[in-house]
């Protein structure tokens, strides 16, 4: 028999492994995903879109028109993009009506492919965020989430909004805090639009007129769970920094009316510039979340070395730049124009084939906000690129500048590459882009 005090301390030994298993920080994953992808009625050719331009003179004049063509033939934003179709009127329908068709077609589209691709019922979910930036009515989308599939009256709903294009990372980050705490076996439905019918801007600022051009119609959703079954990602580390302090930054993409009193997002054109200055302050802080020791340890030296024998003259430093290539097989870097494209490549040391998964999605889907990272996603998986324990990063930026990084582990490649936004035309691509003029 064994004595006292060694029985009581097995009991309590047994009883504090107890509770740090039910307090620990639990694991979360991605069960899938579903993408809206369009029907050819939603199509919008180059030549459409001029023909359409053309037909509401009184809206829009033949200097801005011009200049939006001359933005599209730089963009390289391909002519199988879509767009609602409250677009298609003219004057074209701004109304909360028409913004909440928009909603229903594209949300309703991508929830019905993640519940399908993860063999989930609606009752399964017990939670519902979604990031919808410069769009929100009432009840609010979350609410119509709830409403269409019948949800639980116990139902978690989360209604995030100005979030911007870093709007599902920063609602993956929610949900992930709510899983960690949660009992196991749990689901969030994380679902990322951005709708246009509210957004198109019929003035003559320039700045504000770009958005017009890169924005396309789109919506993605995901499941995350805090339990390991049926799970195809593992979620690691998230960062996320702001540099709203800085006023150059806070300004650089600003909802706000122009002279004539049209309201819009002037996007300014040192938003490029502003964004990888941002992104370098980022990868500071999302560095050592990453990283292995070998790496910041060059970096480190780097440092020392520079200060020691460069005192005084910033002339002359070079500071080594940790290789994320090392790291990472595959990134997802958010698709906010070309030129913001090429700043992140060449701040990150990337290579083309690094970035082709954003490239060729804005060019097949456009720029679709913060859901623009989930048809990357699958552009990777389409390409049967994604094996297991791959890494993959995904970066996005927001107004702010808000920078936010989420990092996944794979744990099971998809079986299914027949069902997602590229199924239909993985074959054609990548295609052969025009080159990037640098500016004098």
């Not at 694991?27 to 180059?46: M, N």
């Not at 959703?221 to 805090?226: E, G, R, S």
């Not at 920094?241 to 800085?246: K, M, V």
């Amino acid at each position: 028999m064994l004595p006292v005090h060694v029985l009581m301390l097995v009991i309590l030994g047994a009883g504090l492994a107890m509770l740090w298993r039910l307090h620990r920080a639990r694991e979360v994953y991605l069960v899938d995903y579903g993408c809206f992808l369009g029907e050819p009625r939603h199509r919008v050719p180059f030549a459409t879109a001029l023909e359409h331009g053309r037909l509401m003179n009184k809206l829009i004049d033949e200097e801005s028109l011009s200049f939006m063509v001359r933005l599209h033939q730089k963009s390289a934003i391909g002519e199988e993009t879509s767009v609602p179709d409250s677009f298609r009127c003219i004057p074209p329908d701004r109304s909360i009506e028409a913004s909440r068709q928009e909603a229903e077609l594209v949300i309703f589209s991508a929830v019905d492919k993640a519940l399908a691709r993860s063999k989930l019922n609606p009752e399964d979910i017990d939670a519902v965020i979604v990031a919808c930036s410069f769009t929100t009515v009432t009840p609010v989308f979350a609410d119509v989430v709830v409403n269409r599939y019948k949800l639980r009256d116990d139902v978690q709903s989360v209604n995030l909004s100005g979030m911007g294009c870093s709007g599902a990372l920063i609602a993956i980050g929610l949900a992930r805090n709510l899983l960690r705490v949660a009992p196991p076996g749990r689901h969030v439905l994380v679902i990322a639009t951005e709708i246009l019918s509210s957004m198109l801007y019929t003035g003559t600022k320039r700045e504000m007129l770009v958005p017009n051009v890169l924005f396309r119609m789109g919506a993605a959703a995901i499941i995350i769970t805090n339990s390991s079954e049926r799970a195809r990602f593992r979620l690691g580390p998230i960062v996320r920094t702001l540099t709203a302090a800085r006023d150059n930054d806070y300004r650089c993409a600003f909802q706000e009316e122009d002279i004539e009193g049209i309201t819009g997002i002037n996007l300014s054109k040192d938003l490029p510039v502003v964004a990888a200055n941002a992104l370098k302050g980022h990868i500071t802080a999302f560095g050592p979340a990453v990283l292995p020791v070998s790496e910041l340890l060059r970096v480190a030296l780097s440092i020392v070395r520079n200060r020691l024998f460069s005192a005084g003259t910033k002339e002359g430093r070079r500071y080594y730049r940790p290789s994320f290539g090392k790291v990472f097989q595959h990134f997802c870097i958010h698709p906010g124009g070309r030129r913001v494209l090429y700043e992140v490549q060449r701040g990150l040391g990337l290579s083309d084939r690094d970035m082709e998964a954003s490239h060729m999605t804005l060019h097949r889907f456009g720029n679709m906000a913060s859901s623009s990272l989930l048809y990357e996603l699958d552009y990777i998986e389409a390409k049967r690129w994604m094996k297991k324990g791959d890494r993959l990063c995904m970066i996005s930026f927001s107004p702010g500048i808000d920078c936010s990084s989420v990092v996944w582990e794979c744990v099971k490649p998809t079986a299914d590459t027949g069902s997602g936004p590229w199924a239909g035309c993985i074959h054609r691509y990548p295609v052969p882009l025009p080159k990037i003029v640098e500016r004098a």
